[in-house]
């Protein structure tokens, strides 16, 4: 209990010393917002690198507000998406990426998809070849008793 | 004291379930209908027990008795009294503790209502069902005590997690777990089945409720789960494709697949094999799920092999189960016989176009979840995948079997006409085309998603209300006569069809996110803001205290035009105990959208730096859920579909149950 102030104390400081970070803030928005669009679309695509599955654009980590910052500030000087991502993935690896590229170590991730739908496709149509086509006539025995079920009570069901 | 009589119940319990196991296997094995009987007995006893446990569990939260180890790391005594209690599910013990509870209530349910069920089946039904128990019960008391004492006991707990400590997440959990153990009476009867190498529309008529049950409260729990993601993160954002989420989501799939083939099954004896197989597939999901968010696994590959023990431990149990059950279906499945011819175009067609739809996402998910642990153990090598690679090959997919959804409703059983039910179907088609085309001029040139998704939601919801009329009414016939075929269509129709509208109205609630408004701003003193259609005014910043935290308080008015339409009050909460900060969101809702409003923390001078979002239809999200989890429970109210009916008709020599053979 007597710890709570001082934890309090602690968050005051942190909450003054770093910037509280949070997914995108007011003093990171450009100016121009057709290039704050394009930073925005850039930054969904990219993983927050100490976040579990979160894009940069929604993490409140400081990591990602800095890759935010230097995003725009690439853009701001003219480069394009594609030089960013580029120069991200130099320097971060395909992790960064939340969406995998397709190259041989992800051509089967790519592909699972496709795989597995043609292969229920394929199962379902070996299915239907190997069962029968029409239901096989009723043998003389089945014919007699139906005649027997029919002849004699046609209201009971 | 308490707790250790909790602590022995629960060696109790696995004494009890050893015997469900055993001794009924046994009875069925040499045809003795005593031991046989066991099962029942050992199933309620083990529920009873089980629930000491729980209990006492429950008490040791309650009274904040620190001396138990659980309740020292997972409580706090400031905590308000329904956060003491869902924190005895907040952490790992706890919630495997709700877990065989629930699995024991399920077990109880077969024992109680199974009566009319062929004995032979419900002894080895509930031996299966014992031996998961046994399982579990070991992981827990060898793995995962949840009763361990603590020496010294701390005076003061260390709370539980801030952001588990709302309404949302205390229900989720719970929810969750009824859906994914749910699943376990399917596979338990699916293994029985197999085991007895026979199977029959009176088998789909008495699993059907349990999967009803089941779905219905994973669809709940889901959808508590991303509601609360949603108001809790801060952006407004409620699902992620995190790994979590997914193994929720993986179940999740499989389980409406088994929704449809098990109808298939019980109305037209076909499918039968296919049904068996989706069984397993739901319940070996549910525990991947169990084991990938249990394991630490999800995290990192290096957390789970610095404490591996009870990693390998569900691994063990994973294996037992799935590969088991799968071997048995391998060796048992070519024995039962297939029934039920039908052309591709039927009914049954459409649910078999359905079932593959649904089990290739369910695989997709599959493979991008784990994925990148397989790549990473097998070259080290890192990648990512995120949002956008499920929302292209699932997206794609789902979407898909939305459309096919109003045909296969649609469809008649055996031999459909595709023609006529596009005819029957075009007004739907029409509205559906419009909405897309009108969405998508709108937006212009945004993304395509959005208007493809709205036109979809319209033509789900539309095609289905047309199949309800078309039902009932035809021309030249009388109001009191169509009342009347009204009341007499079977209730599992109106739930089937309140789940597709369910599943349009959710589809609306994601294609409106396309129309929606963001704007980021630092909010002054009596400044208006704009965001979609409203103005945001920031009246007042302060501080405030609550049972255990501090908060940064705002109060802001949402003005429409010059009216005012809402007050809102978003604020950031710091939690002493953890050193934690949660964002409250600021939400109002209108017109099934919803103004949203996060803020960071005020600059000294009082401006309070926020994102204001205008979300149209958010609120559908949940709502379709909620009316897909509703149609479960119609579908579940249906007199023939209630528990042992299906054999009480057998019995009774009724036209309802169809013989097997």
């Known amino acids: ?157 | 004291m308490i707790v250790e009589i909790g602590h022995f119940a629960l060696f109790l319990a696995l004494g009890a379930a050893l015997a469900q196991t055993v001794v009924p296997f046994w009875g069925a094995r040499v045809g003795d209908a005593g031991l046989m009987g066991v099962g029942r007995s050992a199933a309620l006893t083990q529920l009873l027990l089980i629930a000491i446990a729980f209990a006492a569990l429950v008490n040791a939260h309650l009274t904040s008795d620190f001396s138990v180890l659980n309740v020292a790391e997972n409580s706090h005594s400031a905590v308000p009294a329904i956060y003491k209690i869902s924190g005895v599910w907040g952490n790992h013990e706890g919630s495997m503790l709700l877990w065989v509870l629930i699995l024991a209530v399920f077990g109880a349910l077969v024992a109680l209502f199974g009566r009319a069920l062929p004995r032979v089946l419900r002894a080895d039904a509930l031996a299966v069902q014992g031996l998961i128990s046994v399982a579990f019960l070991a992981f827990i008391l060898l793995t995962s005590n949840p009763f361990e004492r603590l020496m010294p006991a701390p005076f003061e707990g260390r709370d539980l997690n801030p952001i588990l400590q709302d309404p949302g997440l205390a229900i989720h959990p719970p929810l969750l777990y009824l859906g994914y153990v749910g699943f376990s009476i399917v596979y338990s009867f699916a293994a029985a089945a197999l085991i007895e190498g026979r199977i029959d529309a009176a088998w789909a008529r008495f699993v059907r409720p349990f999967t009803l049950v089941a779905w219905s409260f994973l669809t709940l729990g889901i959808a508590a789960g991303s509601f609360w993601a949603y108001y809790t993160l801060g952006w407004g954002g409620f699902w992620f494709w995190d790994p979590v989420e997914n193994a929720s989501l993986m179940p999740w799939l499989a389980g409406t697949a088994f929704v449809h083939s098990v109808a298939v099954m019980e109305k037209r004896d076909a499918l039968k094999v296919w049904t068996i197989f989706l069984a397993i597939l739901a319940f070996s999901f549910s525990l991947l799920g169990t084991f990938l968010v249990r394991s630490g696994v999800l995290t990192s590959v290096h957390a789970f092999a610095s404490d591996p023990r009870r990693g390998v431990f569900i691994l063990a149990i994973l294996a037992l189960f799935i590969f088991g059950s799968f071997a048995l279906f391998a060796w048992r499945a070519p024995m039962l016989k297939q029934g039920g011819l039908f052309a591709p175009i039927s009914r049954e067609g459409a649910l078999i176009v359905n079932n593959l739809l649904l089990t290739t996402s369910c695989a997709t998910v599959l493979f991008g979840t784990l994925y990148p642990l397989a790549l990473e153990q097998l070259t080290g090598e890192k990648i990512t995948v995120g949002a956008p690679f499920f929302n292209l090959t699932c997206g794609a997919l789902l979407l898909t079997a939305c459309f096919v959804a109003p045909f296969g409703f649609s469809l008649a059983w055996k031999r459909g006409d595709l023609l006529a039910v596009a005819e029957r179907l075009t007004v739907a088609l029409v509205a559906g085309a419009v909405t897309a085309v009108l969405g998508a001029a709108w937006l212009s040139g945004g993304s395509v998603f959005a208007p493809l998704a709205a036109g979809l939601a319209i033509f789900v919801i539309l095609g289905t209300l047309i199949e309800v009329v078309m039902r009932v009414r035809r021309p030249g016939l009388a109001p009191a006569v169509a009342l009347k075929r009204a009341l007499g269509l079977p209730l599992s129709f109106y739930g089937a069809a309140l789940a597709h509208v369910g599943l349009g109205v959710t589809l609306l609630g994601l294609a409106g996110l396309g129309f929606g408004a963001e704007t980021i701003a630092t909010l002054h003193k009596g400044v208006p803001e704009r965001v979609g259609p409203y103005s945001i005014t920031l009246d007042w910043v302060g501080e405030r205290v609550g049972p255990n935290y501090k908060e940064a308080a705002t109060s802001m008015t949402v003005r429409s035009g010059a009216a005012v339409v809402a007050e809102i009050a978003p604020a950031r909460r710091q939690f002493a105990a953890r050193q934690m900060t949660t964002t409250e969101a600021g939400l109002a809702t209108l017109n099934f959208g919803q103004v949203y409003v996060a803020i960071a923390d005020p600059t000294p001078d009082g401006d309070v730096p926020a994102r204001l979002y205008w979300k149209p239809l958010v609120t559908l999200i949940w709502l379709g859920a909620a009316a897909m989890a509703l149609g479960g429970a119609l579908s579940l109210a249906d007199r023939r579909l209630r528990f042992g009916a299906a054999a009480r008709a057998k019995a009774g020599g009724g036209s309802l149950a169809q013989p097997a053979q």
Not at chain 1, 10 to 20: E, I, Q, R, S, Y
Not at chain 1, 63 to 86: F, K, M, P, Y
């Open chain 1, 1 to 157: 209990m007597i710890m709570r102030p001082i934890h309090f104390a602690l968050f005051v400081t942190l909450a003054l010393g770093a910037a509280p970070a949070r997914a995108v803030q007011p003093d990171e928005v450009m100016k121009n917002p057709a290039l704050e669009a394009r930073a925005r679309a850039l930054s969904e695509e990219l993983r927050c690198l100490v976040c579990q599955n979160q894009s940069i654009d929604d993490s409140d980590a400081p990591l990602a507000r800095d890759i935010r910052i230097l995003i725009r500030q690439r853009i701001a000087q003219g480069e394009s998406n594609e030089t960013v991502r580029a120069y991200l993935v130099s320097r971060y690896g395909d992790f960064i990426l939340l969406k995998p590229p397709f190259k041989p170590e992800t051509m089967l991730l790519w592909l699972s998809p496709a795989l597995v739908l043609g292969a229920g496709l394929a199962a379902a149509l070996f299915a239907r070849r190997r069962a029968p086509r029409s239901t096989p006539a009723l043998s003389a025995e089945e014919e007699a008793r139906l005649a027997a079920l029919t002849g004699g009570d046609t209201t009971g069901g």
